[in-house]
C-alpha cells in the first residue's frame, strides 16, 4: 500500500539526515548510505534449525529490483523503483532517472519527500514453537 512506500520514503530520508547532517549539527558519520526500495509482493522463509538459529531470507521479483536499483545508487542517494513512484505520487521530488541495461528497469532518484508520516512500529514478534 501507499502507506507502506511513504514509511519506506521518510525513514530514508531520516536515515540520509543522520548520515549527512547539517553543517550546525554533529559530524556526519563515516560511511554514506545508499538506499534501495522496491514495492510489490515477496516470499518470506524461515529457515534453520530451531535448535540453533532461525534466519529469514526473502526472494521475489521485488527483491530482484531492489537489488537492482541498488547497483545503481551512488552513495547517499535514494532510488525507488516505478512501482514505488507511482504508489509515492507527487509526494516525491525526483531528481533524475536511471535504468538499468540489463532489464530495461527504470528507477527514480529522489531527491526529497515532501509529506510527513507518522512512525508506526513494528508488531512484536513471537517465534514459533
Known amino acids: 500500500p501507499a502507506c507502506h512506500c511513504l514509511r519506506s520514503g521518510s525513514a530514508a530520508n531520516h536515515a540520509e539526515l543522520y548520515c549527512h547532517p547539517p553543517s550546525r549539527m554533529a559530524q556526519p558519520l563515516p560511511w554514506p548510505l545508499k538506499?534501495?526500495?522496491?514495492?510489490g509482493p515477496v516470499r518470506r522463509f524461515l529457515v534453520g534449525d530451531p535448535a540453533i538459529q532461525w534466519v529469514d531470507a526473502l526472494a521475489g521479483e521485488t527483491v530482484q529490483?531492489?537489488?537492482?536499483?541498488?547497483?545503481?545508487?551512488?552513495?547517499?542517494?535514494?532510488i525507488v523503483d516505478t512501482a514505488t513512484i507511482e504508489q509515492l505520487g507527487p509526494a516525491a521530488q525526483i531528481s533524475e532517472w536511471r535504468t538499468d541495461l540489463a532489464t530495461g528497469e527504470r528507477f527514480a532518484v529522489i531527491s526529497r519527500l515532501d509529506t510527513l508520516v507518522a512512525p508506526v512500529p513494528w508488531p512484536a514478534w513471537t517465534p514459533r514453537s
Open 65 to 78: 529490483r531492489m537489488a537492482e536499483a541498488e547497483h545503481l545508487t551512488s552513495k547517499g542517494e535514494v
Open 35 to 39: 538506499v534501495a526500495i522496491a514495492s
